[in-house]
């Protein structure tokens, strides 16, 4: 009986220690779990803005939901609410990114010529460019109901966009707008900029929804998209008189 005892003393110990070994595995299961959520070494802004932007390009707007962007990124679906409060705050995040691209292109188009008119016309080229190389973006940033335009960072990018077409329209007609001249425009001023900004605006969603395919078919062998846009832009050029 003794032996047996003693025994029993010597086995229970052993018993008791299997659990405690299976209870050490959870927390590091759960460990690794946990430590996925800093996506991209912690930077889970910005993979979840280029989660969003996967999104877009594939599903389109409609299919831009807040989960749909976490399942995308492989996070929890509270990620995108924490990092930018509701949809209309990742939308709006997402739209200054592309702002800020299409900026961008059309500067550097501007820069890549000299005089004035051939400026603006390469500005005017590399906004329709932008849109055909990046549709569901494009879509995205004139949604206005869809957006909080006071968002800073979207209202910068807006605004940045504005002036350098009103820049691009000043320049075209030997003007200088810029600073504090465009906080007080003319009506023959406003005119210029809403005649060439719907003029390209409109030209670039006739474009995106195929509705210049009868016309582009009926064009000269040789010409499209940059001939027809260009022989466009140019007739709203004023001619001096007599020519």
Same mark, same amino acid.
């Given at each position: ?12 110990p ?16 759960r ?10 070494? !912690?930077?889970l ?15 389109g ?8 962007? &976490? ?11 924490h990092?930018?409060?509701d ?12 702002f ?6 059309m ?11 051939m ?12 849109a ?26 807006a605004?940045?966009?504005?002036? !350098?077409? &009103? ?11 810029t ?23 409109g ?16 064009l000269?062998?040789?010409? !499209? ?11 709203t050029?004023?001619r001096?008189?007599g020519?």
């Amino acid at each position: 009986m003794a032996r047996a005892s003693r025994e029993s003393r010597v086995t229970r110990p052993a018993a008791r220690r299997r659990p405690a070994r299976v209870a050490t595995e959870r927390p590091a299961n759960r460990r690794r779990s946990a430590g996925e959520a800093p996506y991209h070494h !912690g930077d889970l802004h910005d993979a979840l803005l280029a989660a969003a932007e996967q999104v877009l390009e594939r599903d389109g707007l409609p299919g831009l939901t807040l989960r749909a962007v &976490a399942r995308e990124a492989g996070v929890s679906h509270a990620a995108p609410t924490h990092h930018f409060g509701d949809l209309s705050g990742l939308l709006s995040e997402l739209a200054a990114i592309g702002f800020r691209r299409f900026n961008a292109a059309m500067i550097a188009a501007g820069n890549s010529e000299t005089l004035p008119l051939m400026k603006a016309l390469a500005r005017a080229k590399a906004y329709v460019a932008y849109a055909q190389a990046q549709p569901g973006m494009y879509g995205l940033m004139f949604r206005t109901e869809r957006l909080d335009m006071m968002r800073p960072s979207l209202h910068e990018a807006a605004t940045a966009s504005f002036e !350098g077409l &009103a820049t691009a329209v000043s320049l075209s007609r030997n003007e200088k707008m810029t600073g504090e001249a465009l906080e007080t425009l003319s009506l023959d001023q406003a005119a210029a900029i809403a005649r060439a900004w719907s003029l390209v605006h409109g030209f670039t969603m006739l474009l995106l929804d195929g509705r210049l395919k009868d016309i582009l078919h009926r064009l000269p062998e040789g010409t !499209g998209v940059d001939q027809l846009l260009d022989a466009m832009l140019r007739s709203t050029v004023p001619r001096p008189p007599g020519m």
